[in-house]
């Protein structure tokens, strides 16, 4: 069956370092690929997609790149920031789910000051 | 970008009641989907609309239904909480490929 799976349930990040939250998702029929950040008490909020057809895009202070051959996807955060804490999640979309987006488990990500 | 509005934003409510959590987007979205999530824990797809009257069932289960009689309206009724309902519920719709969410009902069944 389809699944995406994060590999850190939590990340702890010096303020100004760069951040990197990995996903990895089983599908190779996976055609488009999106980043999501939660704040405590919000509901889910676009940062940046990606489809297999790219490698790579960037976007503000995000870049995301995208492994098809391992079947993995990172989402980095250049010099991080005390907003950028939150909880990422990563989802896919398959052709065959046209109206489902597959969500997987989150990553907290952790600003140390 | 969308505006994805949900009412109420808490509640607290005792077992056997009938409750209805509200959704509605202004940008004419015609996808719609409601998503259940435990704090810091995936999403869960419960419903979901490809438009005016279809409405359809998602993974899990969660004795509730939905309706969609307009397309910026996508209410979801639970006919008989219960404490396993206590979740955070959230709404969304989708422009393209992309979903934008509203800010989420947190509902608290005693």
């Avoid at chain 1, 100004?16 to 029929?29: H, L, V």
């Avoid at chain 1, 391992?70 to 398959?94: M, N, R, W």
């Avoid at chain 2, 704090?39 to 969660?62: A, C, F, Q, R």
């Amino acid at each position: 069956g389809e699944s995406v799976g994060l590999h850190l349930p939590t990340l702890s990040v010096q303020e100004g370092d760069n951040s990197i939250i990995n996903c990895a998702y089983s599908n190779s029929a996976s055609d488009y690929f999106i980043w999501y950040k939660q704040e405590s008490g919000k509901g889910p909020q676009f940062i940046i997609d990606i489809r297999s057809n790219m490698d790579k895009r960037q976007g503000q202070r995000v870049t995301v790149l995208l492994n098809k051959t391992v079947k993995h996807l990172s989402l980095q955060i250049a010099a991080t920031q005390p907003g950028d804490s939150a909880v990422y999640f990563c989802a896919e979309k398959t052709r065959s789910s046209a109206s489902k987006i597959i969500f997987g488990s989150g990553t907290r990500l952790s600003i140390r000051p | 970008e969308a505006d994805i509005y949900q009412t109420p934003r808490y509640l607290v409510i005792g077992t056997g009641k009938k409750i209805t959590l509200e959704c509605s987007q202004t940008m004419g979205h015609d996808k719609m989907y409601w998503y259940q999530q435990d704090p810091g824990m995936e999403l869960h797809l419960i419903h979901y609309s490809y438009g005016v009257n279809s409405t359809e069932k998602g993974d899990l289960s969660s004795e509730s239904t939905v309706s969609r009689i307009r397309t910026e309206h996508f209410p979801l009724t639970l006919e008989s909480a219960r404490p396993s309902h206590t979740s955070q519920y959230l709404c969304a719709s989708r422009q393209a490929d992309t979903q934008y969410f509203g800010p989420g009902t947190r509902l608290t069944v005693l």
